[in-house]
């Protein structure tokens, strides 16, 4: 008899997740420039306040014309953003899991064009990985983003889960592992001992995981401590991918001159919680088109975060 206890490989991999519709305004967009930090410890910083006011009213904020289209240059990693509604695992046929004890552990976003300043996402999502590790099993999901009405993508977002307590699912004495994608960004990567580019010091509000659940993921992990705390953390712990908002953006005010139409692609790899009102330390080294950095808590001294941002265009041309 089968345990409906264990995953069944052969139901999640080959799963079809519906296409799904993401709507959003410049209000949005401005509510995720808040939860990721923007303009926290600044008002008037000019770098910033472009993320979330305009003078002539909401919808001109940051806005420029391209042929035919309006754009809004908001935070690159706004695009994580449009996959939240698309990546429900539990509705997996063949998933098993507690999702009190799922972690996200990597993010990687890839941007083909700059983001619209609103309207309507189509979002295609699929399982392109999955791995047996005895005491927890690993999904890899990906999703493509294309406007309402196109078949240009406008992004792309891969993101790793860390489900505890989920594997031992093998039904061969070889633990199972499954990819079905170009594995071309390398998330682990260790940072170069030479000093730090630049180094961008930050502290997170108390509230900072209650700002950025509005922007849609509303995990109870954030918010309530008893979840928290059944899942064993002190304290609602910060969103991984907020922190990674404040690194990118720290990495976009001191590298790309406040200009995120800079990013290319984007990769993190989440190795440890933050607590909101800690200290972000974000270090930097530019190499090319490319720049490796790592977070730090100063109150811990841990690093939370690593990864690598590529730039679509030298950084010495700013």
């Not at 998933?95 to 976003?109: A, V, W, Y």
């Amino acid at each position: 008899m089968e345990d409906s206890s264990l995953i069944n490989p052969e139901l999640v991999v080959n799963y079809k997740y519906p296409e799904r519709l993401f709507t959003y305004d410049e209000r949005d967009a401005t509510l995720y420039a808040l939860g990721v930090g923007a303009c926290a410890t600044n008002a008037l910083d000019e770098k910033e306040l472009k993320y979330v006011y305009h003078e002539d009213g909401q919808k001109f904020i940051k806005m420029r014309n391209l042929p035919l289209l309006v754009f809004d240059i908001v935070l690159p990693t706004f695009a994580a953003i449009y996959s939240l509604g698309s990546i429900n695992i539990g509705e997996i046929p063949g998933m098993s899991f507690d999702p009190r004890l799922l972690l996200h552990g990597q993010q990687f976003i890839e941007i083909y064009r700059p983001l619209p300043t609103h309207g309507c996402i189509r979002n295609k999502t699929s399982v392109v990985g999955l791995h047996d590790k005895g005491k927890a099993a690993i999904m890899e999901l990906e999703v493509t983003s294309y406007g309402e009405s196109s078949d240009e993508p406008i992004c792309m977002n891969r993101l790793t889960l860390f489900l505890r307590g989920a594997g031992g699912f093998s039904k061969s004495p070889h633990p199972y592992s499954y990819t079905n994608y170009s594995a071309n960004q390398n998330l682990a990567f260790k940072h170069p001992k030479s000093r730090p580019f630049a180094v961008h010091e930050e502290c997170t509000q108390p509230s900072q995981a209650l700002v950025y659940r509005l922007s849609g993921d509303y995990n109870p992990l954030h918010s309530d401590p008893k979840f928290a705390g059944t899942a064993g953390f002190s304290r609602p712990i910060l969103h991984g991918l907020c922190t990674l908002g404040f690194a990118v953006r720290a990495i976009i005010r001191c590298i790309c001159g406040g200009d995120p139409d800079i990013v290319k692609s984007i990769s993190g790899r989440l190795l440890l919680h933050v607590y909101p009102g800690e200290t972000l330390i974000t270090e930097m080294w530019l190499e090319g088109l490319s720049v490796m950095y790592q977070v730090k808590v100063k109150e811990r001294n841990k690093t939370v975060l690593s990864g690598i941002v590529n730039l679509n265009r030298p950084a010495s041309t700013l």
